[in-house]
């Protein structure tokens, strides 16, 4: 019997242990702009998927968002579009999400003010250096205009959103775009703005007062003093 005692007692405290048990998660050198808002967000949710990543089947809204992100390239840029099958998580015979909603959605586009605004640059990739680590992600759009001085450039860079019920998207997103397109092009970030377009309504929105470089990489660093 104190055997049996004895090893209760050695199994409840590694139970205990095991429950009380911190893991430190370090932040990855290379992270993705989806990551940092997240580290914003949810630095605890965060850590626990960087500790145990697994794999996301890709959901019917993120499959035809993807499809509306092809159509608006090829339409600007006279890209090939994919086939369906060519999506990931696609078999063959999948009703693919609602081919009407995606019609819904392309029609819908054709009635915001951009329709007919030719991009400057249609998803392009961008990785810039935060605090000592890469953040990497991709514009959906960017709009170029001769600046009202008459030298050089100003730019919109536009985040297409649609979902049929999208919130209020983070403004850490174009924070993070904004600053990283003008850091590549070498011009102030007062002449480069960012917006949300919510496709389904025609929506832009504009956020003020995004992060500038200190405030990303205090985030970086997790100083939130």
Same mark, same amino acid.
């Given at each position: 019997?104190?055997?049996?005692?004895?090893?209760?007692?050695?199994?409840? $405290?590694?139970?205990?242990?095991?429950?009380? $048990?911190?893991?430190?998660?370090?932040?990855?050198?290379?992270?993705?702009?989806?990551?940092?808002?997240?580290?914003?967000?949810?630095?605890? =949710?965060?850590?626990? &998927?960087? *500790?145990?990543?697994?794999?996301?089947?890709?959901?019917?809204?993120? @499959?035809?968002?993807?499809?509306?992100?092809?159509?608006?390239?090829? @339409?600007?840029? *006279?890209?090939?579009?994919?086939?369906?099958?060519?999506? #990931?998580?696609?078999?063959?015979?999948?009703?693919?999400?609602?081919?009407?909603?995606?019609?819904?959605?392309?029609?819908?586009?054709?009635?915001?003010?951009?329709?007919?605004?030719?991009?400057?640059?249609?998803?392009?990739?961008?990785?810039?250096?935060?605090? $000592?680590?890469?953040? %990497? =992600? %991709?514009?959906?759009?960017?709009?170029?205009?001769?600046? #009202?001085?008459?030298?050089?450039?100003?730019?919109?860079?536009?985040?297409?959103?649609?979902?049929?019920?999208? =919130?209020?998207?983070?403004?850490?997103?174009?924070?993070?775009?904004?600053?990283?397109?003008? &850091?590549? &092009?070498? /011009? #102030?970030?007062?002449? /480069?703005?960012?917006?949300?377009?919510? /496709?389904?309504?025609?929506?832009?929105?504009?956020?003020?007062?995004? #992060?500038?470089?200190?405030?990303?990489? @205090?985030?970086?660093?997790?100083?939130? =003093?």
């Amino acid at each position: 019997m104190a055997s049996w005692d004895r090893d209760l007692d050695a199994l409840a $405290g590694e139970l205990r242990r095991a429950r009380a $048990g911190v893991r430190d998660v370090s932040l990855p050198m290379s992270l993705t702009a989806t990551q940092l808002m997240r580290l914003a967000a949810d630095p605890d =949710g965060l850590a626990r &998927e960087l *500790a145990r990543p697994l794999p996301r089947p890709p959901a019917p809204a993120a @499959r035809r968002g993807t499809r509306f992100h092809a159509w608006v390239e090829s @339409r600007f840029d *006279a890209r090939p579009l994919f086939a369906p099958e060519d999506l #990931p998580g696609i078999e063959p015979g999948d009703d693919i999400a609602d081919e009407r909603d995606l019609t819904a959605l392309k029609d819908a586009f054709l009635r915001t003010p951009y329709a007919d605004r030719g991009p400057y640059r249609v998803e392009e990739p961008f990785q810039i250096l935060l605090a $000592g680590r890469i953040v %990497r =992600g %991709r514009i959906d759009a960017v709009y170029r205009e001769p600046a #009202p001085d008459g030298r050089g450039h100003t730019y919109e860079l536009l985040d297409w959103k649609t979902g049929r019920d999208p =919130g209020r998207a983070d403004p850490l997103q174009l924070a993070i775009y904004r600053l990283a397109w003008a &850091e590549r &092009e070498g /011009v #102030p970030l007062e002449r /480069v703005r960012a917006a949300f377009l919510y /496709v389904r309504t025609g929506e832009v929105i504009r956020p003020a007062g995004l #992060p500038d470089r200190a405030a990303l990489e @205090r985030l970086v660093r997790g100083d939130t =003093g």
